[in-house]
Protein backbone atom coordinates (compact mmCIF):
# COMPACT_ATOMS: atom_id res chain seq x y z
CA UNK A 1 0.00 0.00 0.00
CA UNK A 2 2.54 2.26 0.48
CA UNK A 3 5.86 1.80 -2.12
CA UNK A 4 8.27 3.97 -0.22
CA UNK A 5 7.86 2.31 2.78
CA UNK A 6 8.18 -1.07 1.01
CA UNK A 7 11.26 0.01 -0.85
CA UNK A 8 12.96 0.93 1.88
CA UNK A 9 11.94 -1.69 4.20
CA UNK A 10 13.37 -4.20 1.58
CA UNK A 11 16.46 -2.12 1.05
CA UNK A 12 17.06 -2.47 4.74
CA UNK A 13 16.19 -6.27 5.07
CA UNK A 14 17.55 -7.52 2.06
CA UNK A 15 14.93 -9.20 0.25
CA UNK A 16 11.56 -8.50 -0.86
CA UNK A 17 8.49 -7.63 1.63
CA UNK A 18 6.84 -10.78 0.26
CA UNK A 19 9.86 -12.88 0.73
CA UNK A 20 10.28 -11.62 3.96
CA UNK A 21 6.92 -11.86 5.31
CA UNK A 22 5.23 -14.68 3.33
CA UNK A 23 1.97 -16.15 3.07
CA UNK A 24 0.14 -17.45 5.85
CA UNK A 25 -3.24 -19.39 5.78
CA UNK A 26 -6.39 -19.49 8.37
CA UNK A 27 -9.68 -20.76 8.57
CA UNK A 28 -11.99 -17.74 8.52
CA UNK A 29 -14.01 -17.69 11.49
CA UNK A 30 -17.66 -16.90 10.17
CA UNK A 31 -17.40 -19.35 6.98
CA UNK A 32 -15.38 -21.86 7.61
CA UNK A 33 -13.12 -21.12 4.48
CA UNK A 34 -9.42 -21.44 4.17
CA UNK A 35 -8.09 -18.60 3.52
CA UNK A 36 -4.29 -17.85 2.06
CA UNK A 37 -3.59 -13.94 2.82
CA UNK A 38 -0.35 -11.69 2.01
CA UNK A 39 -1.52 -8.40 3.82
CA UNK A 40 -3.27 -7.35 7.11
CA UNK A 41 -3.13 -10.70 9.01
CA UNK A 42 -3.69 -9.15 12.24
CA UNK A 43 -7.48 -8.50 11.01
CA UNK A 44 -7.95 -11.77 10.13
CA UNK A 45 -6.25 -13.71 12.92
CA UNK A 46 -6.33 -11.50 15.80
CA UNK A 47 -9.62 -9.73 16.25
CA UNK A 48 -11.97 -12.77 16.02
CA UNK A 49 -10.35 -13.39 18.96
CA UNK A 50 -11.13 -10.31 20.78
CA UNK A 51 -7.28 -9.19 20.36
CA UNK A 52 -7.22 -5.21 19.44
CA UNK A 53 -4.53 -2.71 18.33
CA UNK A 54 -4.47 0.79 17.52
CA UNK A 55 -2.66 2.03 14.55
CA UNK A 56 -0.89 5.84 14.04
CA UNK A 57 -0.95 6.78 17.27
CA UNK A 58 0.44 9.65 17.34
CA UNK A 59 1.12 12.79 20.03
CA UNK A 60 3.45 12.55 23.08
CA UNK A 61 4.13 9.18 23.29
CA UNK A 62 7.72 9.82 23.85
CA UNK A 63 6.20 11.36 27.75
CA UNK A 64 4.86 7.76 28.42
CA UNK A 65 7.49 5.84 27.44
CA UNK A 66 9.21 3.71 30.44
CA UNK A 67 5.97 5.02 32.67
CA UNK A 68 4.04 2.36 34.31
CA UNK A 69 0.47 4.15 33.35
CA UNK A 70 -3.23 2.64 32.24
CA UNK A 71 -4.05 3.06 28.50
CA UNK A 72 -7.47 4.42 27.67
CA UNK A 73 -9.15 4.29 23.79
CA UNK A 74 -12.57 5.82 23.98
CA UNK A 75 -13.55 4.98 19.78
CA UNK A 76 -16.57 6.24 17.87
CA UNK A 77 -19.60 4.15 18.34
CA UNK A 78 -21.07 3.35 15.17
CA UNK A 79 -23.25 0.09 14.04
CA UNK A 80 -21.63 -2.26 11.85
CA UNK A 81 -17.90 -0.28 12.25
CA UNK A 82 -14.87 -2.52 11.66
CA UNK A 83 -12.39 0.69 12.73
CA UNK A 84 -12.91 3.76 13.72
CA UNK A 85 -11.05 6.91 14.94
CA UNK A 86 -10.79 6.92 18.71
CA UNK A 87 -8.93 9.18 21.94
CA UNK A 88 -6.40 7.48 23.52
CA UNK A 89 -5.38 8.47 26.58
CA UNK A 90 -2.60 7.58 29.09
CA UNK A 91 -3.41 7.84 32.67
CA UNK A 92 -0.84 8.20 34.69
CA UNK A 93 -2.44 8.57 38.55
CA UNK A 94 -3.55 4.78 38.68
CA UNK A 95 -3.13 2.98 42.02
CA UNK A 96 -0.47 -0.04 41.14
CA UNK A 97 -2.97 -3.00 40.33
CA UNK A 98 -2.78 -6.07 38.63
CA UNK A 99 -4.77 -5.47 35.31
CA UNK A 100 -7.86 -8.27 36.87
CA UNK A 101 -7.79 -5.69 39.75
CA UNK A 102 -8.01 -2.45 38.18
CA UNK A 103 -10.84 -3.98 35.85
CA UNK A 104 -12.76 -5.04 38.64
CA UNK A 105 -12.46 -1.48 40.19
CA UNK A 106 -13.64 0.02 37.53
CA UNK A 107 -17.13 -1.86 37.51
CA UNK A 108 -17.49 -1.19 40.49
CA UNK A 109 -20.45 1.64 40.64
CA UNK A 110 -18.29 2.54 44.03
CA UNK A 111 -15.58 3.90 41.48
CA UNK A 112 -17.45 6.50 39.93
CA UNK A 113 -16.81 10.01 41.09
CA UNK A 114 -18.29 13.40 40.20
CA UNK A 115 -15.60 15.70 38.94
CA UNK A 116 -14.24 18.30 40.44
CA UNK A 117 -12.28 21.46 40.22
CA UNK A 118 -8.46 21.39 42.00
CA UNK A 119 -6.63 24.12 43.09
CA UNK A 120 -5.22 25.04 39.13
CA UNK A 121 -8.82 25.48 37.87
CA UNK A 122 -8.60 21.89 36.02
CA UNK A 123 -10.92 18.94 36.61
CA UNK A 124 -10.16 16.23 39.20
CA UNK A 125 -12.03 12.74 39.51
Given at each position: ?R ?12 M ?14 L ?95
Open positions: MPDITERFERKVGSAKEYFGEYSYTHHSGREITEDLFPMHYLAFPGGCIHAENVGGDIDRVLNTRCVIGAFPWKFEGGEACPCRIIAFLDVPDLHVEELRDQLASPDSISTPSADSTGGTIT
